[in-house]
């Protein structure tokens, strides 16, 4: 059984609508957590950042509404909605808002 904050089944969503912008803050939403990976939503106010760290696994960043910017290994990436951005495995990265911005972020937990 999915977790209550989880999407619902068999049912349309509109992703902007699941998480609301919050000032100061960076707020996610786990959409989806299964062994194989996540789908996490964020909403990025103006001025707020994810500080530059790796992770063990692939993970995609789609922007869904606004701008973000991207840090991969030192690349910076202006990233606008309707673009991802793939970020690597072991790679250190990191995510700022120039201006309020969502993002769908998939976690893909393999080796």
Do not use: C, W
């Amino acid at each position: 059984m999915p977790n209550p904050s989880e999407m619902p089944n068999a049912t349309s969503v509109a992703p902007l609508t699941l998480a609301a912008y919050q000032e100061g803050a960076v707020v996610s939403r786990t959409l989806l957590k299964r062994g194989g990976g996540t789908v996490t939503l964020f909403a990025f106010d103006e001025g707020q950042s994810l500080s530059e760290h790796t992770a063990p696994f692939d993970a995609i960043a789609q922007v869904l509404e606004g701008e973000a910017l991207v840090t991969i290994a030192g690349i910076a990436l202006t990233v606008p909605a309707g673009d991802m951005v793939l970020m690597p495995a072991n790679q250190p990265h990191a995510v700022h808002a120039p201006s309020r911005f969502k993002m769908l972020l998939t976690m893909i937990r393999s080796a």
